[in-house]
């Protein structure tokens, strides 16, 4: 048996030295060492041995067990380091490592909200494209080539017919033209103006536009509306106020503030000690636009009205600068979770 004995640990250390991963590793341990390993085996025939051999074969099997547990556990080490093949092994006794959350960027967090607050009203999400063409961007617009309002929202051309929108007003119309009414959509999405980048403007920012239109709409369903949008994002304590402002697609305009959430409407900085923060542009449907799609402006009125979501966003979460949003600063978009 003692022949049997030196064999046992000769074939284990060449098994041993040609294994790669933790699983031959593991295998190899049941079938030596395991509760029914070869091991095991002899010392249940060591009944047969006689009384002088007993203590001497017993020495050398407890001597081969405790060497080949040591060289087993040297082993581990080794492929836990990586140095007796290129794969290793993933030793899932370690303690996990900790990742840390990801958070939704906050322009995301305003869509997502505004969204879910006129789907609650009664409102459909549409979306579209943002290459567009000039008519549906301006002129079902009521807005004409020649029109001194292209001036401020003058855009990024890629032919004299098609530009990148510059509101998501576009899909007001193609809507119009596709459905009959009643109609109550939202859209929103990225727009792009030739904007000097500041605080307050850049290049490329979020737009969301709503409109309305069925029998008998009027001034007072617009009120209600953005009253109840204005007080479910930025709180029921915020007073609303609504006055005159002019757009060329709707009539009779107004543009639209809400009290300033610092100072509580008393003025301060923020608002330029106002005590109001405008935070969009609203009104009538202009006849015109309505004409444009084939409705019936004797039986039909609606209401539109359009605001930016990083400005929603800056005034909600009391941002200073716009340019903030598109830095990808870890230590500013880990705020909003």
Not at 294 to 311: I, P, S, V, W
Request: with cysteine; net charge neutral; glycine share 8%.
């Amino acid at each position: 048996m003692e022949k049997e004995i030196k064999n046992l640990r000769e074939q284990f250390k060449k098994r041993l030295a040609s294994l790669e991963t933790r699983p031959e590793l593991q295998k190899i341990e049941n079938e030596y060492i395991g509760r029914k390993g070869l091991i095991a085996q002899m010392l249940k025939r060591m009944s047969l041995l006689s009384a002088a051999e007993k203590p001497k074969v017993g020495q050398l099997l407890n001597k081969l067990k405790t060497d080949l547990q040591d060289a087993l556990a040297e082993k581990k080490k080794e492929l836990a380091k990586g140095i007796s093949g290129e794969q290793g092994y993933i030793d899932i006794t370690l303690p996990g490592q900790n990742f840390s959350r990801g958070t939704m960027h906050p322009v995301e967090l305003i869509l997502k909200e505004t969204k879910n607050i006129f789907l609650g009203m009664g409102f459909s999400i549409v979306d579209g494209p943002e290459i567009e063409l000039d008519y549906y961007n301006f002129e079902a617009l009521n807005i004409p080539k020649d029109h001194p309002a292209r001036d401020v929202q003058d855009s990024f051309y890629i032919t004299p017919d098609i530009l990148l929108r510059t509101q998501t007003s576009p899909m007001q119309v193609r809507t119009m033209e596709n459905q009959s009414p009643p109609v109550r959509i939202v859209s929103a999405g990225k727009c792009f103006r030739r904007d000097s980048i500041d605080n307050t403007h850049t290049p490329m920012f979020h737009q969301i536009e709503g409109l309305a239109v069925d029998v008998d709409l009027s001034l007072s369903d617009l009120k209600g509306v953005i009253t109840e949008f204005c007080k479910q994002i930025f709180g029921k304590d915020r007073i609303i106020r609504f006055r005159p402002g002019y757009f060329p697609f709707v009539e009779p305009g107004a543009e639209v503030d809400v009290s300033c959430g610092l100072c509580q409407g008393k003025g301060c900085s923020s608002c330029g000690y106002s005590g109001w923060l405008e935070i969009m542009g609203a009104g009538m449907v202009h006849p015109h636009v309505l004409e444009m799609v084939g409705y019936d402006t004797e039986k039909y009125t609606g209401f539109a009205f359009g605001m930016g979501a990083e400005r929603i966003a800056m005034l909600k979460y009391d941002i200073n600068d716009i340019r903030l949003f598109f830095e990808n600063d870890i230590r500013f978009l880990t705020q909003f979770k």
